[in-house]
Structures are given as structure tokens and as C-alpha cells.
């Protein structure tokens, strides 16, 4: 299995630098309020291929964090779940030694 892993990896790998080869041209990026304002912030000249693979890498980074925020909700709630059981099992264990009279579906007489 962690052939097919490294087998996957290589193509993807393979497949970047053949996107990077093919799209090299420089092209220069503006952000402004065109709008309300015409000035422009301006980036110098950079290759196409830079600036997606960037975009690509900020989206999977940005995902990363939304997703490992996510995971730490999760084990957050699991750990309460946990507690709350222990607490009702040991409740459940006081009320059990505590004499009092189950009634017949759980003691096994019908």
C-alpha cells in the first residue's frame, strides 16, 4: 500500500513540473478599488505557474487549519462524552450497591 502512496506522489510531482515547464510566462498581478479609486497595488512580474501553485498551497494550508481546528472541537467533545459516562457508569454502580430494588426486566425474573 505505501507503494501506491509514493506511486501517487511521484505523478503528481511529475504532473507540477510539466504544468510549471508549460506555463512559465510572467504576467503581473493588480488588486485596487477600481471603482472608488484608481490606484493600484502591483506585484512585479512573476511566472503563471509560481502564482498558481502559491494559490494552490494558501488554499490547502488555509483547509489544514480550518480542518485541524475542527479535529480539536471533536476531541474536545469526545473528552466531555467520556467524562459524562464515567460519571453516570459510577452513578449507576453507587445505585446498584445501594440496595435498592431493580425492577423485574433487569434482575432477570419474569
Known amino acids: 500500500m505505501k507503494w501506491v502512496k509514493t506511486l501517487l506522489i511521484m505523478i503528481i510531482f511529475i504532473l507540477v513540473i510539466l504544468f510549471s515547464i508549460q506555463n512559465r510566462e510572467e ?36 483547509g489544514g487549519i480550518g480542518d485541524l481546528y475542527q479535529r480539536f472541537q471533536l476531541k474536545k467533545f469526545l473528552r466531555q462524552n467520556e467524562k459524562m459516562i464515567e460519571r453516570l457508569s459510577r452513578e449507576v454502580e453507587t445505585l446498584r450497591s445501594s440496595g435498592m430494588e431493580q425492577p423485574p426486566s433487569l434482575n432477570g425474573e419474569a
Open 27 to 62: 504576467v503581473a498581478l493588480r488588486f485596487g478599488l477600481y471603482p472608488i479609486q484608481d490606484r493600484f497595488w502591483e506585484v512585479p512580474k512573476l511566472p503563471l505557474f509560481l502564482i498558481i501553485l502559491c494559490s494552490v498551497f494558501l488554499g490547502v494550508l488555509i
